[in-house]
């Protein structure tokens, strides 16, 4: 059989789609490390929020998705979350009342702005599992999700996409975590959600650790157990197992080699979307496990294996909910 060779115009275009799907994580990584200087220079490490790289590697990956077709939410959100959790940590110590009433706000905040932005949830915990108290967070939250609104709006009034109605290939793989349901009808979630909470917080304090419930897991968790047909990462327990970890592993070390820096960020970023693509895996909340790392307070080798555990358990509560709801609604 005679194969016929590609032309150079053939072999460029085959490689750029190819390598298209890095484009949008080196933009997540250069803004990410442009923020990570920011924080230096001004001695407010808030404001590389861990969840703002979730968020650029959607709206960067997919203009269509329902975060970057919301810039006013995607930039006030996480600030509304943000407030109630600086307050709650000001008032309560950390437990399951202070974690639960948190959770609880984040999703009413959510539900009541209409909001497809669901790692607003990490944004208000965070401050629970860092004892953040400085009225500074939220508007370091708004510095970094408004840089991120801008660029969006820029791009597009830039290149204004001809059929913006029209459904992107990308939207049924990437996680833009969009809850259009009247997701406070939908209670088979509360349950496991519950069991989940009481069962992390008990590994809290068998732990010693907070980051054991580590705030992106929440909004794993959440995907996971209330919009379980949407999510992309559903059924892929090994591979969120494995990249979550990947990504603790490799945001911890890179701070302890080369310190809170844009370099390490950038890194960080790049390495996690490498785990991403290596395992064909759709789960924005991995970027913020690896970029954590960067706003904790002299951070171990102990902090992939304290995520490891509360991940490990999640995912142990999903498979159980499956199970029984196999077996109840098919009891023959």
């Not at 980051?211 to 047909?229: G, K, N, Q, S, T």
């Not at 395992?279 to 904790?296: D, K, M, Y």
Request: positive net charge; charged residues 10%.
């Amino acid at each position: 059989m005679l194969v016929m060779p590609l032309s150079g115009c053939a072999r460029g275009d085959l490689i750029k789609s190819q390598y298209s799907w890095i484009w949008p994580y080196l933009a997540t990584a250069t803004y990410i490390a442009l923020m990570t200087a920011l924080a230096r220079a001004s001695d407010i490490s808030y404001l590389l929020f861990p969840e703002l790289g979730a968020l650029a590697s959607v709206v960067f990956a997919d203009p269509l998705s329902s975060w970057a077709r919301s810039p006013k939410l995607l930039v006030l959100t996480p600030v509304f979350t943000a407030v109630p959790g600086v307050l709650l940590t000001r008032t309560l110590p950390y437990g399951p009342i202070a974690v639960i009433l948190d959770l609880a706000i984040c999703l009413l905040v959510i539900r009541a702005l209409r909001s497809p932005v669901i790692p607003a949830i990490s944004a208000g915990v965070l401050p629970l599992v860092l004892g953040i108290t400085s009225w500074l967070y939220p508007l370091a939250i708004l510095v970094g999700t408004g840089g991120l609104a801008l660029i969006v709006m820029l791009r597009a009034h830039l290149m204004p996409l001809p059929a913006r109605a029209q459904v992107s290939p990308l939207v049924a793989t990437i996680p833009t975590l969009v809850a259009p349901n009247p997701w406070l009808g939908r209670v088979p979630w509360l349950l496991p959600l519950a069991v989940f909470l009481l069962g992390a917080l008990a590994m809290v304090q068998l732990l010693g650790s907070n980051l054991v419930l580590y705030p992106p897991l929440l909004v794993i968790a959440w995907e996971m157990l209330a919009h379980a047909d949407e999510c992309p990462w559903q059924g892929r327990s090994l591979s969120v197992l494995a990249v979550t970890g990947g990504a603790a592993v490799a945001g911890v070390s890179l701070v302890l080699a080369l310190g809170v820096s844009p370099l390490a960020a950038f890194l960080a970023v790049l390495v996690t979307a490498l785990l991403l693509r290596l395992v064909r895996l759709r789960c924005a909340p991995a970027f913020g496990l690896a970029l954590l790392p960067f706003i904790i307070p002299n951070p171990t080798l102990a902090y992939p294996l304290l995520t490891l555990a509360g991940t490990a358990w999640l995912l142990l509560v999903v498979k159980l909910d499956q199970i029984l709801r196999i077996r109840f609604c098919n009891p023959q």
